[in-house]
């Protein structure tokens, strides 16, 4: 039987190359990334959205080693560093001697550099996976950070190296004096790298990292190096890490050895896990869901990193697709046109569970007070509330939105997981 002109079109849809509907995303994204300074034109604002930008390209680049080929690093944060405090070098070049460099090219120096680090590393890194390669990536973490303190003229010491981006060659008559300028720079060099590194994950070499992630043995059985596949994703995502470094250092100017740090890489990895390394865009959520964590929240509570680290553990316990997991677990919904069949039972478990969650830092926050504020020093201020901490009907409130919250939401769970069966289901769940 032949296919008919509509089912022949239909098939061929998928292998027509670029179409609307994948540049979609891509349209939205750059015009919201346009028009954000004009939504939030604060200076702090600016500057959050700027580390946000920063944080989404090392975690992509991070996310090609993990989620794509399957190397689980706990030294990453090196390739960005160095690739940063080779661009503070030449920042400080341009000032000394008066190099006609354009600001805007700096980030392609600190990615080749970081290449170049990531082709000697990598020889011999990558020669296995798993345990020994998470080893030799922590031992080699150690070392440079450690080499950050030794090597002054390089690194700077504990100091660190500074310099001043506003002596660079002029880009079209733009000097880079204001933080929105820099917005729109930084912006510049994440949707490419983004759009680069997406477009490597489409390439034979993007696609048998994949191979070689789940099973190394039939990739080899294939006719393909397992170790070159896996080399030339580490040498890409060193690049990207520098590239992430030179954005580091244009935005802030200085550079230290906590940028080469194990907290560094340990952040990183939290980042790419919370967002989800299953999914592409995994880690620009886990990015833009820590930068608002650790800026605005940090602002809040001084214990903001006990709440993070809870979120985190949470994520891999319940969701470990991530949140971008979560969002793609929906879909099927979306498809089926039953989405909004969860709207009610989401309204009646979540509100709880967020009065459970406000409950239990309730406790929290009043506790941390008590334990660490000075004698006689009894007020303290909490979800824009001043009260006093020592008073009892503080703690019974807290523990009575943890308990009933975690109550009711425990009784509408089942009607959820109902609902959401119905959702999922092509009959509407029907035996």
């Not at 690739?83 to 001697?97: A, D, L, P, T």
């Not at 600190?110 to 020669?127: P, V």
């Not at 990207?240 to 030179?246: D, M, P, V």
């Not at 697709?321 to 879909?331: K, N, P, Q, R, T």
Request: glycine fraction near 12%.
């Amino acid at each position: 039987m032949t296919q008919t002109a509509q089912e022949r079109a239909h098939v061929s849809a998928p292998a027509s190359g670029i179409t609307l509907s994948r540049l979609m995303p891509w349209i939205i994204a750059i015009l919201f990334l346009l028009i954000m300074p004009i939504l939030f034109g604060s200076n702090s604002a600016i500057t959050i959205m700027n580390q946000m930008m920063i944080t989404i390209v090392f975690a992509l680049a991070y996310n090609m080693l993990l989620g794509q080929g399957g190397m689980l690093s706990f030294g990453h944060a090196v390739y960005m560093g160095v690739g940063g405090f080779m661009c503070m070098h030449i920042i400080r070049m341009v000032e000394k001697y008066g190099i006609p460099l354009p600001l805007p090219v700096l980030p392609l120096f600190g990615g080749l550099f970081g290449l170049g680090l990531a082709m000697i590393i990598g020889s011999f890194s990558t020669r296995k996976a798993g345990t020994v390669f998470a080893m030799i990536s922590l031992g080699i973490g150690e070392l440079i950070a450690a080499c950050s303190v030794i090597i002054v003229v390089f690194f700077g010491g504990e100091e660190g190296i500074s310099g001043d981006r506003t002596y660079g060659l002029p880009f079209f008559g733009i000097e880079f004096l204001q933080q929105k300028e820099v917005y729109y720079l930084l912006a510049f060099w994440t949707v490419l790298s983004t759009i680069l590194m997406y477009l490597f994950s489409r390439t034979p070499v993007g696609r048998m990292a994949n191979a070689v992630r789940d099973n190394p043995e039939r990739a080899e059985f294939l006719g393909y190096s397992a170790r070159w596949v896996r080399y030339f994703s580490f040498c890409a995502s060193g690049f990207f890490a520098g590239i992430a470094g030179g954005m580091f250092a244009i935005n802030y100017e200085i550079l230290t050895g906590e940028q080469l740090s194990l907290i560094q890489s340990g952040a990183i990895l939290l980042i790419t896990f919370l967002g989800g390394v299953g999914l592409f865009f995994g880690p620009i959520i886990g990015a833009i869901v820590f930068t608002l964590l650790q800026t605005v929240l940090s602002l809040q509570t001084e214990i903001w990193q006990l709440y993070v680290g809870a979120l985190f553990v949470a994520a891999v316990m319940f969701f470990p697709g991530g949140l971008a997991g979560v969002l793609m677990m929906h879909v099927p919904a979306i498809r089926l046109g039953k989405l909004h069949l969860l709207i009610v039972p989401y309204i009646r478990t979540l509100v709880p569970a967020v009065l459970c969650i406000i409950g239990v830092a309730v406790i929290l926050e009043i506790l941390f007070h008590v334990r660490h504020s000075a004698p006689g020093d009894n007020e303290m201020t909490l979800f824009w509330i001043t009260f006093d901490s020592h008073n009892p009907v503080a703690w019974a409130i807290g523990a009575v939105l943890a308990l009933g919250g975690f109550w009711l939401a425990r009784m509408s769970a089942p009607d959820l997981r109902d609902a959401w069966h119905r959702a999922n289901t092509l009959d509407g769940g029907a035996a």
